[in-house]
Nanobody
């Protein structure tokens, strides 16, 4: 089992920045891909960005150039630096782990952290 704990969400004005963190614990030796998904009200959960243990990265088109995913293997933590935030980025952001693939979600989810961008 893997436990994921997110932090760093909040309320920010359009154009602002936030940094999300996700700390993994438990059977972390089994983790290859860690990533971030988001779900806005009335919409399906969607991939934001993912990163492998080897450093390969996948971004959704709607965040390219604005968001940066990174990973600290020593701390078992993945980060999402979000810049130039837009109101349409408002969603609950979830950390995910356990998939062998960058574009497929794994079995483990965090509790979610709310990001709200005001116009």
């Amino acid at each position: 089992q893997v436990q994921l704990v997110e932090s760093g969400g909040g309320l920010v004005q359009a154009g602002g920045s936030l940094r999300l963190s996700c700390a993994a614990s438990g059977s972390i030796f089994s983790i290859n891909v860690m990533g971030w998904y988001r779900q806005a009200p009335g919409k399906q959960r969607e991939l934001v960005a993912g990163i492998t243990s080897g450093g390969s990265i996948k971004y959704a088109d709607f965040v390219k150039g604005r968001f940066t995913i990174s990973r600290d293997s020593r701390k078992n933590t993945v980060y999402l630096q979000m810049n130039s935030l837009k109101p349409e980025d408002t969603a609950v952001y979830y950390c995910n782990a356990g998939s062998p693939f960058l574009t497929v979600s794994g079995a483990y989810w965090g509790q979610g952290t709310q990001v709200t961008v005001s116009s």
